[in-house]
């Protein structure tokens, strides 16, 4: 399948006309943005330090992809989040059944950064599938892989944020993460094969997970949260593009009407924004922030942000002045205000937004019937739509064995330690006469089916040590 690039570099959110011919388009023109391999040579020229400066998120300092000011999370306020959210994560089963509101709360508050990644392993429900698939992933890197596909993915590696620590360097361990997990799920998914659209979702989960943690999250988005998003035929973006513009209509009547009367697709400017998860497009603090909620909530975060950005660039007359033409409209919608994107602002937007899973179902219904009537059937039969943690929690209840903390010490097999006092007891009985009391299959002398043992059945120490010793889960923060 070809692959030629049609859009901007982040910030840019449309795809191209092509996007429409049926095939998955890639989402930038080589040299035609900030993706390409600048910088990505100076680690192999030597270059220092001082040329590697970084912010708090890996990006270079100097390059677009940079963070400005940050508004801080006190650090006192930070160690309770990270408290609140240890609790949560070592009583997965118990929060997600009984305070699921609560998880949501805190998502929109933005997980600890130290604890990001394995909260979304848990929240996409990755974690399970990993533990239900030990070894799989191990499996297909040790495949070859279909050259067609391998080819178009060596040639988006450094493309993928080169101005982020972890993918600067040609053939660095970044990059060959990426084409670790990117070629995996082509043989997870053979009928699939590889979108373009995957590489910088894949990019942002290694930022925060190692590979065999990232592959099975990049499964549940494509397979939970966005099924038929990387088909061959778009078709289920091109479905989501028409519900975006529905929900448009009753949420800011203005931009709808303009974008109407300029007969622009919204293909044309939701396709990076939606199949990429705005990972392209805003700011990295905001994009974390989008993700704690997409990653607990579902689609309906992507349709939130997606109306927020579309109403505040093009929700007033005002707005509209200097949008007179199709061309000036998808200018000003490549080029979004910093301040719409701000992460403060925008996730406030986002949570006051009255817009529901059932409204996008219920809208997706109409769509669909709209799409045979003009289309037929869809070609791509993809899995029903997930709505976030809780229905996915739902839709595959995890084993207790996959959420089971791991002992950091396990306590060889043996014989359990006997107090000082017991066994002076013990030794006082050997001496005196056998009685009843201590004679063979009495209480207290070990023996097989003795009552004792019937009451109290003795606890191997390695089921000891997973009771009582920290987990290494807990230790496990992935930054």
Same mark, same amino acid.
């Given at each position: 399948m070809a692959k030629s690039r049609g859009g901007g570099g982040p910030g840019s959110p449309g795809g191209c006309h092509h996007s429409l011919a049926g095939t998955r388009e890639s989402l930038a023109e080589p040299g035609g943005d900030e993706l390409s391999s600048l910088g990505s040579d100076s680690e192999v020229n030597g270059g220092g330090p001082e040329e590697r400066r970084v912010d708090k998120f890996g990006f270079i300092v100097g390059s677009r992809s940079a963070e400005g000011p940050l508004e801080e999370v006190p650090l006192e306020v930070l160690r309770q989040r990270e408290s609140k959210w240890l609790d949560m994560l070592n009583n997965w089963d118990k929060w997600m059944a009984k305070k699921h509101k609560k998880i949501r709360l805190r998502c929109q508050k933005g997980i600890p950064p130290s604890l990001r990644g394995r909260a979304w392993q848990y929240l996409s429900g990755s974690k399970?599938?990993?533990?239900?698939?030990?070894?799989?992933?191990?499996?297909?890197?040790?495949?070859?892989?279909d050259p067609k596909w391998l080819d178009v993915i060596e040639r988006d590696l450094h493309r993928q944020f080169p101005f982020h620590e972890m993918f600067v360097s040609r053939g660095g361990h970044g990059q060959q993460d990426l084409f670790r997990v990117l070629k995996a799920y082509t043989l997870y998914r053979p009928e699939e094969?590889?979108?373009?659209?995957?590489?910088?979702?894949a990019a942002v989960l290694l930022m925060h997970m190692p590979a065999e943690q990232a592959f099975w999250c990049l499964v549940q988005i494509c397979e939970k949260y966005l099924p038929g998003y990387y088909s061959e035929k778009l078709e289920a973006i091109q479905l989501d593009g028409q519900i975006l513009f529905s929900l448009l209509h009753k949420v800011s009547p203005v931009a709808y009407k303009h974008l109407s009367k300029q007969k622009i697709d919204p293909i044309l400017y939701m396709t990076e924004w939606f199949m990429c998860a705005f990972s392209r497009t805003l700011p990295w603090s905001s994009v974390l922030r989008v993700w704690d909620m997409f990653f607990c909530e579902g689609? @309906? =975060?992507?349709?939130?942000?997606? +109306? *927020?950005?579309?109403?505040?660039?093009l929700g007033s007359s005002d707005k509209l002045k200097s949008c007179q033409g199709q061309?000036?409209?998808?200018?000003?919608?490549?080029?979004?205000?910093? @301040? =719409?994107?701000?992460?403060?602002? +925008? *996730?406030?937007?986002?949570?006051?937004?009255?817009?529901?899973?059932?409204?996008?179902e219920r809208e997706h219904l109409i769509q669909l019937k709209k799409w045979r009537e003009t289309h037929g059937e869809l070609q791509c039969k993809s899995p029903p739509r997930l709505h976030g943690a809780k229905a996915i929690s739902e839709a595959e209840p995890p084993t207790r064995k996959a959420l089971e903390p791991v002992p950091s010490i396990i306590v060889p097999p043996g014989p359990a330690p006997v107090p000082k006092a017991r066994k002076s007891k013990e030794k006082s009985r050997e001496k005196g006469p056998t009685s009843p009391a201590n004679g063979p299959g009495a209480e207290g002398n070990g023996a097989p089916g003795s009552a004792r043992e019937l009451l109290h059945p003795q606890v191997s120490p390695h089921h000891q040590s997973k009771e009582s010793l920290s987990s290494r889960e807990s230790e496990d923060t992935y930054l």
């Amino acid at each position: 399948m070809a692959k030629s690039r049609g859009g901007g570099g982040p910030g840019s959110p449309g795809g191209c006309h092509h996007s429409l011919a049926g095939t998955r388009e890639s989402l930038a023109e080589p040299g035609g943005d900030e993706l390409s391999s600048l910088g990505s040579d100076s680690e192999v020229n030597g270059g220092g330090p001082e040329e590697r400066r970084v912010d708090k998120f890996g990006f270079i300092v100097g390059s677009r992809s940079a963070e400005g000011p940050l508004e801080e999370v006190p650090l006192e306020v930070l160690r309770q989040r990270e408290s609140k959210w240890l609790d949560m994560l070592n009583n997965w089963d118990k929060w997600m059944a009984k305070k699921h509101k609560k998880i949501r709360l805190r998502c929109q508050k933005g997980i600890p950064p130290s604890l990001r990644g394995r909260a979304w392993q848990y929240l996409s429900g990755s974690k399970v599938k990993l533990e239900q698939n030990m070894g799989k992933f191990d499996e297909l890197d040790l495949l070859p892989g279909d050259p067609k596909w391998l080819d178009v993915i060596e040639r988006d590696l450094h493309r993928q944020f080169p101005f982020h620590e972890m993918f600067v360097s040609r053939g660095g361990h970044g990059q060959q993460d990426l084409f670790r997990v990117l070629k995996a799920y082509t043989l997870y998914r053979p009928e699939e094969g590889y979108c373009q659209a995957q590489a910088p979702i894949a990019a942002v989960l290694l930022m925060h997970m190692p590979a065999e943690q990232a592959f099975w999250c990049l499964v549940q988005i494509c397979e939970k949260y966005l099924p038929g998003y990387y088909s061959e035929k778009l078709e289920a973006i091109q479905l989501d593009g028409q519900i975006l513009f529905s929900l448009l209509h009753k949420v800011s009547p203005v931009a709808y009407k303009h974008l109407s009367k300029q007969k622009i697709d919204p293909i044309l400017y939701m396709t990076e924004w939606f199949m990429c998860a705005f990972s392209r497009t805003l700011p990295w603090s905001s994009v974390l922030r989008v993700w704690d909620m997409f990653f607990c909530e579902g689609v @309906k =975060i992507i349709f939130r942000v997606g +109306l *927020v950005l579309l109403k505040h660039t093009l929700g007033s007359s005002d707005k509209l002045k200097s949008c007179q033409g199709q061309y000036e409209t998808m200018e000003r919608l490549r080029a979004l205000s910093p @301040k =719409i994107m701000q992460e403060t602002f +925008l *996730v406030q937007e986002v949570i006051e937004l009255p817009v529901t899973e059932r409204q996008i179902e219920r809208e997706h219904l109409i769509q669909l019937k709209k799409w045979r009537e003009t289309h037929g059937e869809l070609q791509c039969k993809s899995p029903p739509r997930l709505h976030g943690a809780k229905a996915i929690s739902e839709a595959e209840p995890p084993t207790r064995k996959a959420l089971e903390p791991v002992p950091s010490i396990i306590v060889p097999p043996g014989p359990a330690p006997v107090p000082k006092a017991r066994k002076s007891k013990e030794k006082s009985r050997e001496k005196g006469p056998t009685s009843p009391a201590n004679g063979p299959g009495a209480e207290g002398n070990g023996a097989p089916g003795s009552a004792r043992e019937l009451l109290h059945p003795q606890v191997s120490p390695h089921h000891q040590s997973k009771e009582s010793l920290s987990s290494r889960e807990s230790e496990d923060t992935y930054l």
